[in-house]
Nanobody, 125 residues
Framework: QLVQSGGGLVQPGGSLRLSCAAS????????MAWFRQAPGKEREGVSC????????NYADSVKGRFTISRDNAKNTVYLQMNSLEPEDTAVYYC????????????????????WGQGTQVTVSS
């Protein structure tokens, strides 16, 4: 089970940090990713991180503003979101997939088998 926390309402230009904690399994052998879905739009990949955190990738729309990280000792993945824009408003989901590939970092939702419950992020003045 993936349990998300963080999110909420923030003004444009503000920051938020999302957390995704694994319960019942360890994340050491899981590639992780964050996705988001805005009303009326398809789910899109935001960022991904490999098993050991050595490889990360970002959607062009968030590059330079968002940072994904993981702390395997705490069994948690984070998404630090800075310089938030109204266009970032969406429900955010973390996702995990067990993989033997150390360098795997993919932002395609069909690869992922475990999902968090989703958390609302609203950017508005």
């Amino acid at each position: 089970q993936l349990v998300q926390s963080g999110g909420g309402l923030v003004q444009p230009g503000g920051s938020l940090r999302l957390s995704c904690a694994a319960s019942g399994f360890t994340l050491d052998y899981y590639a992780m990713a964050w996705f988001r879905q805005a009303p009326g739009k398809e789910r899109e990949g935001v960022s991904c991180i490999s098993r050991d955190g050595g490889i990360t990738n970002y959607a062009d729309s968030v590059k330079g503003r968002f940072t994904i990280s993981r702390d395997n000792a705490k069994n948690t993945v984070y998404l630090q979101m800075n310089s938030l824009e109204p266009e970032d408003t969406a429900v955010y989901y973390c996702a995990a997939v067990l993989t033997p590939i150390r360098a795997m970092c993919i932002m395609t939702s069909s690869f992922y088998r475990s999902w968090g419950q989703g958390t609302q992020v609203t950017v508005s003045s």
